[in-house]
């Protein structure tokens, strides 16, 4: 299975964008998918989860109110909106599929994509 993120980009502090995972060789409408993001010099971070079905997310604090991740399984592409941003939300965004449902390592997930750059200007 293949990840692909896009979306990213350049944005000001208080603006939005929506990155979308899209898989190709395998549907993931059987997995939970995840999103990361690693900013220079920081290790990956987790920020948000999405069960198989989407009825269940999960955040990290720092982004909880401000994002939102969906999915949509026809598609098989996953979705993270990112409103109200803040420099600091400044990374490589990556997704993943969780070998199981809703995760928050990094290594219960068994795919990633290649990831999309994010950057919040002040």
């Known amino acids: 299975v293949q990840l692909v993120e896009s979306g990213g980009g350049l944005v000001q502090a208080g603006g939005s964008l929506r990155l979308s995972c899209a898989a190709s060789?395998?549907?993931?409408?059987?997995?939970?998918v995840g999103w990361f993001r690693q900013a220079p010099g920081k290790p990956r971070e987790f920020i948000a989860t999405i069960s198989t079905s989407g009825s269940s997310t999960y955040y990290v604090d720092s982004v909880k109110g401000r994002f939102t991740i969906s999915r949509d399984n026809a598609k098989s592409t996953v979705y993270l909106q990112m409103n109200s941003l803040k420099p600091e939300d400044t990374a490589v965004y990556y997704c993943?599929?969780?070998?199981?449902?809703?995760?928050?390592?990094?290594?219960?997930?068994?795919?990633w994509g290649q990831g999309t750059q994010v950057t919040v200007s002040s």
């Open positions: 060789g395998r549907t993931l409408g059987n997995y939970g």
């Open positions: 993943a599929r969780s070998a199981g449902g809703i995760a928050t390592m990094a290594y219960e997930y068994d795919y």
